[in-house]
Each structure stands twice: as C-alpha cells, then as structure tokens.
C-alpha cells in the first residue's frame, strides 16, 4: 500500500514523497529509506525498487530531494551532496516517528549518486542497519577526470569560478544541462546512455523531471569523495551492486572501493551498464537488494 507523505528537514524544508507499508499484518516493519541520484526524481523507477521491498514484508520511505520533483527547496535544480546526505537522516528521523516502523531496523538504498550518499550514512549513522548501494559514485574529483576531456576541464573550472563570483555578487545561478543529444554538447552527465535514459524515462514515468542543474552542483560535485568512507561502513552489512558495463560512475572505481571495504559486505555485479540497474538489470538489482536487507532486518 502507498501513500503519499510530506516531512520537513531540521532545517525547514518540506520534503516528499511515498511511503510503502505491506498488504499483511499491522507492523512495524522494517523500514528501507531510498531517495534517487543526480537530479532523478522518484518516479524514475524507484517505485518499482519500493514495490519488490513491500511485497516481501518490509516497508519503505521514498522521497525527493530537496530542490527536485515534489519537495521544496531552493534554489531549484540545486544538488549539494552533503546536505542530501543530512535529507537522508532527517528522512530516518522521520520513520522513526512512525508507528508502521521498527526503528531497531532501518535500512538505506541508494543508487547513483544516493549510491555515494549511503555509503557515507553508513558510516556516520549507526541508527542503520544495512546499507545496499547501487552503481555508486566512489569519487567526484576521479570521475569527474574520466567523463571530462582533459581538454575541457579547465574550462569546466572556469565557468564554476565565474558563477560563483556572480553569486558573490547577488546573480542568479548559472545553469547547466544534465545531459544532451550533441555528445560534443556541454552537460554534466555526457555519455550517450545518459541521453537516452533521461529523455525517455523522462518522457515515459517523470515529466516533471529538468534537464537542467546549477553550476554550483557541478562544484560541489568535484569535491564529493564519498568513497573515503567506505572502510568505515562496518560493522553495518554493506551491499555493493556493480554494473560491470559502467563507464557513467565507473565500474573499476566502484570494485577498488568494494576490496576497501570491510566485513560484512556482499558484491554483486551486473551485466549491462549503470542505467540497466533501473531496466534490463532491474530483477537481478531488486532481488540482491531485497534479500540482503531481509537477511540483515530479520529478527
């Protein structure tokens, strides 16, 4: 059963959302927080992921982030990795005010960039207690090098450098896509899986979803390095699901980071790329999640 939630961050922004509870019995259950990647919004398949943890007895909070989809929050189109980090506990805040949850067991999905963020809650927040993340950004700076000609970087630097002294000075923030047809095109995600996903999806399931971020995300970006946390995750169960086809959050980053990794952790790789965990992959990538939170959320 879903129904629709709104709650609001420590901070004062009104987040929202579904939260999913199981058709059987009266709870509490435990509860999976999720919230998407970098610019998505929750109707790009997160409900299907929500659907498959209700049907096998757990319960689950879906949300936006703070400056997308149905939260508020501005100013729009704007993704600052730590403050959707601190979104996340104030989401775990949330369920833990909720009858239907089992607070003793909390588990946190993400996949993307919220793949990066769940690792890094993992690590600061022992009110959770497993953590399943998938195709994950392990570095902002490294990535950043692999998807950015060498050519261009300086350019990239150039215009952040530009939009923060117009920020400085009381301008709105500059804009840029997320990603473009033109693979020679300026956007921040440039490969042409990206394209392909992002205008379909968005076209199909979100339509409310913006190709477009601030430049200030794509800053924020370069500095995120969520993998030097990942060490640090245990003794919370880790799940770290790898499409071997990524070349978006690269799959040699993600697998390093896995032998960083300590103890409980489980690996479990796909065939296609970093988009097939939504589609082609979707029943391998909801079923190893599902069953590693059920054998970690039992009693």
């Known amino acids: 059963m879903r129904t629709d939630i709104e709650f609001r961050t420590e901070d004062g922004v009104t987040l929202r959302g579904w939260h999913y509870c199981p058709a059987n019995g009266g709870g509490p259950w435990p509860t999976i927080v ?17 659907e498959v943890f209700e049907a096998a007895g757990l319960a689950a909070i879906v949300f936006d982030n703070r400056n997308f989809g149905a939260s508020d929050g501005e100013p729009r189109q704007e993704i600052n990795p730590w403050q959707q980090v601190d979104d996340y506990r104030d989401a775990i805040s949330f369920a833990q005010t909720l009858p239907e949850t089992d607070e003793e067991r909390i588990g946190v999905w993400g996949s993307s960039y919220s793949g990066a963020h769940v690792i890094v ?14 195709v994950p950004l ?3 700076h490294r990535n950043a090098r692999r998807l950015i000609r060498a050519d261009v970087v ?26 473009s047809s033109d693979l020679a095109g300026v956007a921040v995600l440039p490969t042409p899986d990206s394209w392909q ?4 999806t968005g076209r199909t399931r979100a339509p409310a979803w913006r190709n477009e971020v601030t430049l200030r995300s794509v800053e924020l970006f370069l500095a995120y ?3 030097a946390y990942i060490a640090y995750v245990s003794p919370t169960p880790l799940l770290l699901v790898v499409a071997l086809g ?8 993600a697998l390093a980071a896995y032998e960083r990794a300590l103890h409980p952790k489980k690996l479990v790789t796909l065939k296609g790329g970093h988009f097939d965990a939504y589609v082609a992959d979707f029943d391998a990538a909801s079923a190893a999640a599902c069953e590693w939170f059920l054998e970690h959320l039992s009693r």
């Open 154 to 179: 300086a350019g990239v630097e150039a215009m952040c450098a530009e939009d923060r002294l117009k920020r400085y000075k009381g301008g709105e923030p500059g804009m840029i896509p997320v990603v």
């Open 34 to 50: 999720m919230a998407h990647g970098y610019s998505a919004v929750k109707e790009m398949y997160l409900d299907r992921f929500a």
């Open 138 to 140: 392990i570095s902002g």
């Open 225 to 227: 390095e969520p993998g």
């Open 197 to 200: 996903w992002f205008d379909e």
């Open 246 to 253: 990524d070349h978006l959050t690269v799959a040699d980053e």
């Open 121 to 134: 809650l993992g690590a600061i927040d022992r009110r959770i207690k497993c953590v399943v993340s998938q």
